[in-house]
């Protein structure tokens, strides 16, 4: 072989090696940039890693106490009638108005003491009358020695939206929700009893006297007072009591 074709091939072979090494340069170089690209702080989602919770000695571990996300699977809505007799027996927003009212005890034959209200005695039947335009809202059955309490809304006068009752011996009650105009009957005086006794009450039934200075068995209450006044001012002679 020549010289000059000698060094043809030795030229060749050490082309042949700088590319294989090259190539291992460049594999390398593409490695390291992959791996940067998958390094948390090149943007990728970093996965996270197991860790073992080591319990506290002798501290009872915290039961897990499974619910049902539904709530009480037996529990219904009330029903439509449910949602119309509560509404029914609801006050009414009534605002004072001038309209004047009645005597609602016009048949009293013998005015008793001040208590809780004013007591009085009337002739078995008499009517207790609404005073004026009324909301019976409620009936206690048994409020008073088995004998009831009914209260009603004042609808219409100056003392509209106050609420008043009639217990004890009384029977023939208006239903509860009802409204009953001026001078209609609100109940009637029963057989047999322990008398009437007519008050302001409270929205939810208990007389005034109770909510407001409390009541002590024959104590003349400051309401029972003012409804004796209230019944003087139309006309009932109803006294000092």
């Not at 119309?84 to 003491?113: F, M, S």
């Not at 809304?153 to 004890?168: I, R, S």
Request: with cysteine; aromatic share 6%.
């Amino acid at each position: 072989m020549s010289r000059a074709a000698l060094l043809i091939v030795v030229v060749a072979l050490a082309g042949c090696g700088a590319t294989g090494a090259g190539g291992t340069s460049t594999s390398t170089t593409a490695s390291s940039s992959k791996s940067a690209v998958q390094s948390p702080s090149s943007g990728a989602i970093p996965h996270g890693r197991p860790q073992a919770v080591e319990p506290t000695a002798g501290v009872q571990p915290v039961a897990a106490t499974p619910s049902d996300p539904v709530g009480d699977v037996n529990a219904h809505a009330p029903s439509l009638a449910e949602v119309k007799r509560e509404l029914q027996l609801a006050l009414v927003a009534a605002p004072p108005t001038n309209a004047g009212y009645i005597d609602p005890l016009q048949y009293v034959d013998i005015w008793e003491r001040t208590d809780q209200g004013v007591d009085a005695a009337m002739p078995v039947g008499a009517p207790i009358l609404a005073p004026c335009k009324v909301k019976v809202l409620a009936i206690i059955p048994d409020w008073y020695a088995g004998q009831p309490l009914v209260y009603f809304e004042l609808l219409d006068g100056p003392d509209a939206g106050k609420v008043q009752y009639v217990a004890e011996q009384i029977t023939e009650i208006a239903t509860a929700g009802s409204i009953l105009q001026q001078g209609q009957t609100i109940a009637r005086y029963a057989a047999s009893g322990t008398g009437i006794e007519y008050g302001w009450s409270t929205p939810s039934g208990v007389t005034l006297a109770r909510a407001t200075t409390g009541y002590e068995e024959g104590e003349a209450t400051p309401a029972g007072l003012s409804m004796r006044a209230w019944l003087n001012s139309l006309g009932a002679n109803a006294g000092s009591g």
